[in-house]
C-alpha cells in the first residue's frame, strides 16, 4: 500500500512565501517523476511544477524565477518552496508521483490530498 501525505500550506499575503511537502510511504520500490500541480474553482487543475527522477525541473511559466520543486529521494519526498506569492497562486496544491510498488510490474500515479493555498492582496 502506497500514500502521499502533504504537509505546508495556508494563508499569507502577497510576496510572502511557502513551502510544501509530500511524502510518499509504503511499499515502494522505485519513484519516477515527482510534481505539483493546482486546481483554483472554475479553472482545470494545472501541472505546476515537475522534477523528474534524473533531477530536470520543469515549471509553468507563470511560476519561474519564483517557485523551485526539489526532490529527496532517501526520503520519497516532493517539496516545492513558493517565493514571491501572487493573489493568481492561490489554489488548491496537489502532489503526484509515479510509484512503482514494490513486486510491482508497472509504476502508476499516485496522488495527495490536496492543500489550500490562500494568498491575500
Known amino acids: 500500500q502506497v500514500q502521499l501525505v502533504q504537509s505546508g500550506g495556508g494563508l499569507v499575503q502577497t510576496g510572502g512565501s511557502l513551502r510544501l511537502s509530500c511524502a510518499a510511504s509504503g511499499s515502494i520500490f522505485s519513484t519516477n517523476n515527482m510534481g505539483w500541480y493546482r486546481q483554483s474553482p472554475g479553472k482545470e487543475r494545472e501541472l505546476v511544477a515537475s522534477m523528474s527522477s534524473g533531477g530536470a525541473a520543469n515549471y509553468v511559466d507563470s511560476v519561474k524565477g519564483r517557485f523551485t520543486v526539489s526532490r529527496d529521494a532517501a526520503k520519497n519526498t516532493v517539496y516545492l518552496q513558493m517565493n514571491s506569492l501572487k493573489p493568481e497562486d492561490t489554489a488548491v496544491y496537489y502532489c503526484?508521483?509515479?510509484?512503482?510498488?514494490?513486486?510491482?510490474?508497472?509504476?502508476?500515479?499516485?496522488w495527495g490530498q490536496g492543500t489550500q493555498v490562500t494568498v491575500s492582496s
Open positions: 503526484k508521483v509515479d510509484i512503482r510498488g514494490a513486486g510491482a510490474q508497472y509504476e502508476y500515479a499516485y
